[in-house]
């Protein structure tokens, strides 16, 4: 092979399955999980015989509504790079959720496949569903090439070995690229890890790996338990790359005063569109009776019209430190006390409220209660 992603030399791939039935009401209502596991190194040919076996589970097992039709274990130190995508593109064919247990390596081809994790196909779109327990590790680097010297013994010169290696190269890394959009990766993040040397590493450790490669952690210890904190991770989760706010510029507010600020932005924007139209009329009259209960049921009805209005729960804050095209963002979020990882938030510019810009995995959005750059799986 040309192209591989090797960590150490490691024993051939082993594919392994445990099925779980759980006895429902009748013989046929019968619950069963199927639990897969691959060790060893990734050769070409185990995409084939992962696919013979489950088809037959798909053939034999009907999934419940929204769950995966397996989930598979992965412990390997890498192996064949198009292989890895292969096992990968299997995972989200199939609906295959992975895994890497809290003592397993999931390193190179290995790390690929792992990204290929899904739930289901939600209204035809797929869910991810990749789980790394605390104290796994999932790395990656860039792939290996057979060396100039290896590609020109085997050519007529050495000038078509030069150019041999540079058309698989670039094929390898067209693949890489092809392979990050249609699973939902940032393609940043593949360039970043082909713009370095093959002996560099980028393990899934911190924060923000997580979030970008929509990677949820289990086994997670601790949680934030500092309000403001909670509130400026969130927004700075929520803004995207505008800027890192930090607890300070956090300011907590009532849901009264959340509910009247939020509509008062509606209104001046309403005001700046349309002039003394019949909305910023209606608003006006809202925000002048002074009415708690009409204003909640305003804001309600606004919020089903489809005007990006947070949920008000128990934790309210409005943070700021934010600038988006030459102008301040602020961005408002409300979380349950009890709960901090169900969130909403709004971000407030110039020109009016908007969605936010990243959303947490469907899956674990306590990963926005952290900050980006905080350490949840050190490297052992």
Not at 127 to 132: F, I, N
Request: glycine content about 10%.
């Amino acid at each position: 092979m040309l192209l591989a992603a090797f960590a150490t030399h490691a024993h051939a791939g082993t594919l392994t399955l445990d099925s779980t039935s759980i006895p429902g009401l009748t013989p046929k209502s019968a619950m069963v999980t199927h639990r897969l596991r691959l060790t060893g190194l990734i050769e070409a040919g185990d995409s084939d015989r992962l696919r013979k076996m489950v088809e037959k589970l798909r053939t034999g097992t009907a999934a419940a509504a929204g769950a995966p039709l397996a989930t598979i274990e992965l412990s390997s130190k890498g192996g064949d790079l198009y292989e890895g995508l292969k096992l990968g593109y299997l995972f989200r064919e199939f609906d295959i959720a992975t895994l890497v247990r809290k003592d397993d390596l999931c390193l190179s081809a290995c790390a690929l496949a792992f990204l290929g994790g899904t739930q289901s196909h939600a209204r035809q779109q797929a869910v991810p569903s990749r789980s790394l327990e605390i104290g796994g590790q999932v790395g990656f680097h860039n792939f290996y090439l057979t060396s100039p010297g290896e590609l020109s013994a085997s050519s007529k010169d050495a000038r078509e070995g030069v150019v041999t290696g540079f058309t698989v190269a670039r094929g390898g890394a067209a693949a890489l690229v092809r392979y990050a959009v249609q699973m939902g990766i940032d393609p940043a993040f593949v360039a970043r890890m082909m713009g370095q040397a093959p002996e560099a590493w980028e393990y899934i450790e911190t924060n923000e790996t997580f979030v970008s490669l929509r990677v949820c952690p289990v086994g997670l210890a601790r949680r934030p338990t500092n309000p403001a904190a909670i509130a400026a991770a969130i927004c700075n989760h929520a803004t995207g790359d505008l800027g890192q706010a930090s607890a300070l510029q956090a300011r907590p507010m009532s849901a009264r005063d959340l509910r009247r600020r939020l509509l008062e932005l509606v209104r001046n924007t309403s005001e700046a569109a349309t002039g003394k139209g019949l909305v910023t009329t209606q608003l006006n009259a809202v925000l002048m009776a002074r009415d708690d209960t009409l204003m909640e049921t305003v804001y309600a009805g606004l919020r089903s019209a489809g005007v990006p209005l947070p949920e008000v729960m128990g934790s309210n804050f409005e943070v700021s430190g934010y600038d988006f095209g030459g102008g301040p963002l602020v961005c408002h979020v409300s979380f349950s006390r009890d709960t901090p990882a169900k969130f909403d938030t709004a971000l407030a510019t110039s020109s009016g409220l908007l969605k936010p810009f990243q959303s947490p995995p469907d899956a674990c959005p306590e990963l926005f209660l952290f900050d980006a750059a905080e350490v949840l799986n050190p490297r052992r």
